[in-house]
């Protein structure tokens, strides 16, 4: 991808989000990032850069520059740490922090009031 504005638009499709998702995390309007998706902005106040690279589960200076520097990939995946996140599990991370905390325990509460119901994955329910 040689431009931003396909970076940018090609880091929000992988991972799973719409314009309007974008705009809601970044408390921006979804016009702002159709114009960044577009070109038609030349500057990104940077807030919202950085915010967009973690909201997108991207480097920050591959999202500018479509490069890595070759140390960044080296720290991309600490040893020991487990398998790297998806791009499913950032997005749902970063929404949940954004979470005022009495939120954050009752989604928490669910999601784990459903784990313990322990029903097999692609079962069909009627």
Known sequence: MKTLPER???A???AGLSQVDVAKALRISA???NQWEHGFTKNIKLEY???LAHL???DPQWLATGKVHPRAREKAQPAGEGPALSTEERTLL???RQMPDTLRKLVFRFLKGLHNLNIPPNTPRH
Do not use: C, K, N
């Open 8 to 10: 940018i638009r090609t």
């Open 12 to 14: 929000r499709e992988e």
């Open 31 to 33: 016009s702002a990032v």
């Open 49 to 51: 850069f950085f915010a």
């Open 56 to 58: 997108l589960g991207q």
């Open 94 to 96: 970063y929404y949940i």
